[in-house]
C-alpha cells in the first residue's frame, strides 16, 4: 500500500516553516491551554501541521488572520 499524497496547504506549510528554519516548542502556556481545555471537557489535539503554523506565527512570519486563514484551508483540505 502507498502513503497518501500530502496536500498542497499542508506541503505549502512545511516550506515555509523549512525556508525560515522554524520549528514548533512547547512552551507552558502551552501546556496550560491544554490543561484546561482538558478539564473543560475538551481534549484538542494539534497535529504537526497546526504546530508549525503556531511556530511561523509566534516568529513573525505569519500574522495572526495569516495564520487562521492557511489553518482554515489546511483544514478544509484534510476533511474526507
Do not use: C, F, N, W
Not at 506565527?57 to 478544509?76: D, I, N
Amino acid at each position: 500500500m502507498t502513503e497518501p499524497v500530502e496536500k498542497a496547504v499542508a506541503t505549502r506549510i512545511r516550506k515555509m516553516a523549512l525556508e525560515h528554519h522554524v520549528v514548533y516548542v512547547r512552551a507552558p502556556r502551552d501546556m496550560l491551554a491544554h490543561d484546561i481545555t482538558r478539564l473543560a471537557g475538551d481534549d484538542v489535539q494539534l497535529d504537526e501541521i497546526e504546530q508549525l503554523l503556531i511556530a511561523l506565527q509566534r516568529s513573525g512570519y505569519l500574522s495572526r488572520t495569516e495564520m487562521v486563514q492557511l489553518q482554515a484551508a489546511y483544514l478544509r483540505e484534510a476533511s474526507p
